[in-house]
DNA sequence: ATACTAAACGGACTACGGTCCGGATAATAT
DNA sequence: ATATTATCCGGACCGTAGTCCGTTTAGTAT
């Protein structure tokens, strides 16, 4: 069993000693000036000029912060995103322990993608990392999640590319243009999620 | 059955018209120069600048042949897509028409990790379109070739999503990580490919 | 209070993808 | 040859993410 360092997604801290009091005061003026920005012209339409401009502080302070657009995106989400953690990890089955392995894997599905339906373009735009997007603390927390449930379901080949597989088939940027562009019902998504970890867990005879 | 009207890659015309000679020329050019580019700094480090520089042309001229960065790298690999495409469309089998549904979807994954593998970066490149890149010629006809051997493997269950998660599992990017910051051999991704195509063409008892 | 220092600040700067439009030019008609 | 026109050309220009470095400031030691 594997115990995470419990949640680590990102603060918005860059060095590692306590904060300097401006710093902890310019880091909430960016936080709220982002979602005021996000409000009025989406998750897409934040730049990060116009949210230096909008929180009052120079355009250095908010790549310090949070190193990137992408890390901006995620402290955004960090919340959020801890919950659903808490709730996979943590939480009642059948997404909590306690459910069979299956069972968790169709729950874990269900639950990535109402999550990534709710926080559509926000998820999209923390994915866009230009480095590797797989290898921020969530992805990788997500990836041995299921790696484990698959391995507890008894699955034979090769756990981790598998693993690997149906993160892909979870992605943010593949399930908005599925839902957004070709119209398929969230439900569907589900249903298809459902037969495909089924079907691979199902013990070959 | 559907036959697409074979191999519409990107040919790298604007118009619709015939070509004007200049405009040719100039093709050639750029074409010439992005390769001797790519050589010297790799797929990555090609810029729009640098290429215009090279080719002796107008930077207006480089997004008038090719539209964007990305489909200028999908131009460059036309001829090996083109190649790849008769393949499994034409070839012989177990890739080509012949064999059965799912030594055919096997087939089609291993090629496609070797093609992915082979060019890399321009494969990853290719990609990156802002706008929707699963709209692309190419992966277009690949998601329903993927999705018609899926229903002639006979799966109940909602070929298009099933086609779209094998399509995400095959992803450049995703492969190339897997690779080269992973270590995973290309033996071991083949493998993992065909036990998860075999398990979801598997029949429910 | 003063001096000191490490941290944070700000905004000019770079690199890059992509757009625009006035001017040049190849094909065609006369 | 000349005129006409649709196409193409070039490079200045824009928006954006991310970097750099001289300056300022919060916290601390004296």
Not at 98 to 104: C, N
């Amino acid at each position: 069993m594997f115990l995470v360092s419990l949640i680590p997604i990102r603060s918005g801290t860059p060095g590692s000693g306590p904060e300097r009091s401006d710093a902890a005061r310019n880091r909430e003026l960016l936080l709220c000036a982002a979602r005021q920005l996000i409000e009025e012209c989406g998750a897409d339409g934040l730049t990060m000029d116009k949210l230096a401009e909008r929180a009052g502080v120079g355009k250095g302070t908010v790549f310090r912060r949070f190193g990137s657009r992408a890390g901006l995106m995620m402290t955004l989400l960090s919340d959020s995103e801890a919950e659903f953690q808490g709730r996979f990890m943590f939480g009642p089955p059948p997404l909590g322990p306690g459910a069979p392995p299956l069972e968790r894997l169709i729950a874990f599905g269900a639950g990535r993608i109402g999550y990534v339906l709710e926080y559509g373009d926000l998820a999209r735009a923390a994915d866009h990392s230009v480095y590797n997007r797989f290898e921020v603390p969530a992805a990788v927390l997500w990836h041995r999640h299921l790696e484990y449930l698959l391995r507890e379901a008894g699955l034979e080949a090769d756990p981790w590319l598998m693993a690997m597989s149906l993160s892909a088939t979870l992605d943010p940027e593949r399930l908005l243009y599925a839902v957004r562009v070709q119209g398929v019902s969230p439900e569907r998504l589900e249903e298809s999620w459902r037969q495909l970890v089924t079907r691979l867990v199902r013990p070959a005879e």
